[in-house]
C-alpha cells in the first residue's frame, strides 16, 4: 500500500498542484478587474470551501487508487488475453477514446442514479463558475474508480488508466471558467470547452443533464445529450444548499436520500429512492422528477 501511495507522487494531477494555483490566482485578479457584467464573479468561502474539497478529494482518491488496484491488477495479469504495450501507439488510442468513452457514461450515470448523484453533486454545489470549482470533487469516488474494468481487459495496465484518468481531470480544470467565451467553431464541435460545460452547471430546464463529456463532446452528439449555450446560465443546485461547511457539502445529499428511504412505506419506494433518479418520487417518470426538480420542488438535481 505504501508503495501505491508513493506511485501517487509521480500521478499528473499531483504535480500540477503549483500551476493550478497559480492559474486560479490569475483568474481571480482578472475577475476582480473585469467589468463584464455577465461574470457572477466570486466568493473567497465558495473558492476555499473548493479548494479545501479538492485537496481532501485528492486524498481520498489515492486511497481508492489503491483499493481499486487490488482488484484491477490480477484482472490485468491474470485474466486479459493479451497485454498492450506502452509503446504501442495502439494502446494510446484506446486508452484516450476508452477513458473518454467510459467518464462520459459513468458521468452520465451520476445524473441518473440518485446513490450516484448524492456524492457527484458536490461538484455541482457552487453557485460560482471558476477554475477552483473544478477541484469540488466528491470523497465518495468508489463508484468512479470501478467503471475502468473494460480498459484492463482489454489488456491496458491500471496505472495508465490512472494516470489518464488524470490528464482529463486537468483538461477539465480548462473547461470550468467564463472567462473564455466561444472558441472557433471546429473546436467548439469537437472538444468539449467553457461554454459547453457552463450548459452542463446550469439549472436550466433546458440545460439539466446535458453535455457529459470530458474532453470529446462528440459523445454529446452521438447520444443526444447536447445543449449549447443559449445564454449564461444560473449554477448550482435547482435546492441549493446555502454552507461553506465542507462536511455538509459531502453529505447533505446522503443524508436527504436516508431520510426518504425511512419514511418510505414500500421496498419499491426504498429502492426509488436510492437508484432511481435525483428528484424521483413515488408515481413519477424522469421528465416529471426533473421538471419538478427544476422548479426546486423536489430534491437537488442536475
Known amino acids: 500500500m505504501f508503495d501505491q501511495i508513493v506511485e501517487r507522487l509521480h500521478d499528473p494531477a499531483v504535480y500540477s498542484i503549483p500551476a493550478v494555483a497559480l492559474l486560479i490566482v490569475i483568474e481571480l485578479v482578472a475577475i476582480r478587474f473585469s467589468d463584464d457584467e455577465e461574470l457572477t464573479g466570486y466568493d473567497l468561502k465558495d473558492h476555499t470551501a473548493s479548494i479545501v474539497t479538492g485537496l ?3 486524498g481520498w482518491s489515492t486511497l481508492m487508487r489503491v483499493v481499486a488496484l487490488a482488484l484491477y491488477v490480477p484482472v490485468y495479469e491474470y485474466v486479459a488475453p493479451f497485454h498492450l504495450s506502452p509503446s504501442f501507439w ?14 462520459y457514461w459513468n458521468h ?12 457527484h453533486q458536490v461538484h455541482h454545489s457552487s453557485q460560482y463558475f471558476n477554475l477552483s470549482t473544478a477541484l469540488r470533487r466528491k470523497w465518495a469516488q468508489w463508484f ?8 484492463p481487459l482489454l489488456g491496458v495496465h491500471p496505472a495508465l488508466v490512472f494516470a489518464t484518468q488524470s490528464v482529463h481531470l486537468l483538461y477539465g480544470l480548462f473547461a470550468h471558467t467564463e472567462k473564455i467565451r466561444k472558441l472557433p467553431r471546429p473546436i467548439e464541435f469537437l472538444l468539449v470547452t467553457p461554454s459547453h460545460h457552463r450548459v452542463h452547471h446550469g439549472i436550466e430546464p433546458e440545460y439539466i443533464d446535458k453535455n457529459f463529456s470530458s474532453i470529446l463532446i462528440i459523445w454529446d452528439r452521438m447520444f443526444g445529450t447536447f445543449q449549447a449555450e ?14 461553506y461547511n465542507i462536511w455538509k457539502i459531502q453529505v447533505h445529499e446522503f443524508a436527504n436520500m436516508i431520510r426518504d428511504v425511512r419514511q418510505a412505506r414500500t421496498w419499491r419506494h426504498r429502492l426509488g429512492y436510492v437508484f432511481g433518479p435525483p428528484g424521483w418520487r413515488p ?15 423536489a430534491a437537488a438535481a442536475d
Not at 144 to 151: A, G, R, S
Open 144 to 151: 468512479e474508480k470501478m467503471i475502468w474494468l473494460p480498459l
Open 90 to 103: 495502439g494502446t494510446w488510442v484506446v486508452l484516450f477514446f476508452g477513458v473518454d468513452f467510459l467518464l
Open 56 to 58: 481532501g478529494a485528492l
Open 283 to 297: 408515481g413519477e417518470t424522469r421528465a416529471n422528477a426533473v421538471a419538478g426538480s427544476a422548479s426546486g420542488t
Open 230 to 243: 443559449m445564454g449564461r446560465p444560473t449554477y448550482g443546485l435547482t435546492k441549493q444548499i446555502e454552507t
Open 108 to 119: 452520465r450515470a451520476s445524473h441518473a442514479i440518485r446513490l450516484i448523484w448524492a456524492g
